[in-house]
């Protein structure tokens, strides 16, 4: 079986492309993607100029990289999370709890994107809009499958699609973050994931 640990030349360049994507978006979370140079990356990340064009053709590929390398650190967490528990309500509990610790633990990324998102150019959202888009829309589909299995077990009632319950929770959940992230304290991110949930499972309605 062929080894695939990765090579000393392998990890350092590794290290290197981290340094530099987390060069970048402490300049781009601070001033601004319009607002920061290549050259000042190479500064902050302590790299020659060249060497940074060796890793990113220029600003708009290494904002993609950093954008896509977040969001699949992002994917990762939050899979994981659903996928330790067998028990369908405890996977969505744990949804929740994991999106929001991972929302709170970034949040310079998270304004980046916020305020970015609008001010991109065409060039850079042409191929990154359609590629997060594949990304969100895989995730909703794992999403899905939990209420789906729910459904054929009769732990929930089969009200709607399950896509549709998937797109529920999950925009539910991100105005809950938002509303976090512009007023902390007047806003706080529900601790126990039962306060989000027992919307859906207990409903508004006295039967």
């Known amino acids: 079986m062929k080894d695939t640990k ?3 030349r392998e990890r350092e360049k590794s290290r290197q492309r981290r340094e530099m994507l987390a060069a970048a978006l402490e300049l781009f979370s601070e001033r601004g993607y319009h607002n920061v140079s290549m050259h000042e990356i190479a500064g902050r990340s302590e790299f020659a100029i060249g060497t940074l064009y060796k890793f990113f053709e220029n600003k708009e590929d290494l904002y993609k ?3 896509l ?3 699949d650190k992002f994917e990762d967490a939050v899979t994981q999370a659903i996928e330790q528990p067998h028990d369908e309500i405890e996977q969505l509990r744990s949804y929740i709890r994991s999106k929001g ?3 709170r633990a970034n949040l310079p990324f998270v304004r980046l994107l916020l305020a970015e998102r ?8 042409a191929g990154l809009d359609e590629e997060l888009r594949k990304r969100y829309y895989a995730f909703l589909q794992r999403l899905a499958a939990i209420f789906a299995r729910g459904i ?3 732990r929930f009632k089969a009200i709607a699609d399950p896509f549709d319950m998937a797109v529920a929770l999950d925009s539910t959940l991100d105005a809950f973050l938002l509303l976090w ?7 706080p991110y529900p601790e126990n994931p039962d306060t989000i949930l027992n919307i859906f499972f207990k409903g508004l309605i006295e039967l």
Do not use: M, W, Y
């Open 101 to 103: 610790e991972r929302f």
């Open 181 to 187: 992230l512009d007023q902390p304290e007047r806003h």
């Open 65 to 67: 990289a950093l954008v």
């Open 69 to 71: 390398d977040q969001c």
């Open 6 to 8: 990765p090579t000393r």
């Open 118 to 125: 609008r001010g991109a150019s065409f060039n850079i959202k």
């Open 152 to 154: 054929r077990k009769q």
